[in-house]
């Protein structure tokens, strides 16, 4: 089966894009501003969005190349999902590209979110959402994060 993907091409360098994956302003600029954010390979991040939280452990860090985490404990607390770990296994995937002057090609893969578990379909929509305001993060310095005030669901 399938799992989520989608590809982006930044109007950024992949030393911007790899720090907005990396850092704790990065992170907390386009993802959540509530977050402990890992330095390097075997650490954890806890990443937090009101009620619900994803612990991912960064396995493989490439400057300016490749970011792999891979989720170890996650809950999702929504009513309509009768299992709120199902993050939980997945591996989140960027590899940056280099193209042209100033631009770079995201290439983004969560594997193991497939059409077939439960929380598909809203963590697809949450990374439509996110990816953009990864771009937005990136091209401008501001994105959409979620905020200490939000309740949504990613």
């Given amino acids: 089966m399938e799992h989520y993907r989608r590809g982006l091409l930044i109007q950024a360098r992949p030393a911007v894009l790899y720090a907005a994956l990396t850092t704790e302003a990065g992170l907390r600029g386009w993802w959540t501003q509530d977050c402990d954010v890992a330095r390097v390979p075997g650490d954890t991040h ?6 619900h939280h994803k612990d991912l452990r960064v396995e493989q860090l490439q400057a300016e190349r490749l970011v792999r985490w891979r989720c170890t404990g996650a809950l999702i607390d929504l009513p309509e999902l009768s299992r709120k770990d199902e993050w939980i296994g997945t591996e989140l995937v960027f590899r940056l590209e280099a ?15 497939v059409p077939a578990i439960e929380c598909y379909e809203v963590c697809a929509q949450g990374w439509q959402h996110f990816l953009a305001s990864l771009q937005q993060y990136a091209e401008t310095g501001r994105g ?11």
Avoid: I, N, V
């Fill in 46 to 51: 806890r990443m937090r969005f009101g009620p």
């Fill in 99 to 113: 193209q042209g002057e100033g631009q770079t090609r995201l290439h983004f893969e969560h594997l193991g979110l």
């Fill in 144 to 154: 959409m994060p979620h905020a200490l005030a939000d309740s949504c669901a990613q």
